[in-house]
């Protein structure tokens, strides 16, 4: 069966025309994806960017504290009646005192605080063991100087 010219005509247009269709719709999405990778590039870019800038000011602000801080505070020790010393007990015995942390920042600001701040981190640290403990018998208290094994007898 032979096809007439003008039907073979037709149908290669319509090929043709679909595939153009194809190639279009395909090069279309291919431009939308190329964008796409532009825009993530560019916000990579820009985030890399951010934080090599954090990480310079980290570098900066960690070079200049350690220049200030040490000169500040090597001299200077908090007195002992400024300390606070965080104790815990010990199910083991209840004479045994465990020591926690010692509390002795000395503020280059407002030194007269040093005694008021040191007391007040203490006790907001013996507030949160005291609590996050409940029904044990392990309980946490402050007191006032640097860690000492046994109370003083009185």
Request: hydrophobic fraction near 40%.
């Amino acid at each position: 069966m032979r096809v007439p010219a003008i039907t073979a005509a037709v149908l290669l247009a319509l090929v043709a025309g679909g595939l153009t269709w194809r190639l279009t719709a395909t090069t279309t999405a291919l431009a939308e994806q190329e964008q796409q990778v532009r825009r993530l590039t560019t916000t990579v870019a820009a985030q890399s960017n951010q934080e090599l800038q954090v990480r310079a000011l980290t570098a900066a602000l960690a070079a200049q504290s350690s220049r200030e801080i040490p000169a500040a505070t090597s001299t200077q020790t908090v007195p002992d009646n400024e300390v606070y010393t965080l104790y815990r007990s010990s199910p083991a015995g209840t004479d045994l005192r465990v020591h926690v942390g010692t509390f002795d920042t000395r503020s280059m600001a407002d030194p007269a605080r040093n005694k008021e701040y040191n007391y007040e981190m203490c006790s907001d640290a013996q507030l949160n063991f005291n609590e996050r403990n409940k029904g044990n018998a392990v309980r946490f208290w402050c007191e006032e100087g640097r860690f000492r094994e046994k109370l003083p007898q009185t």
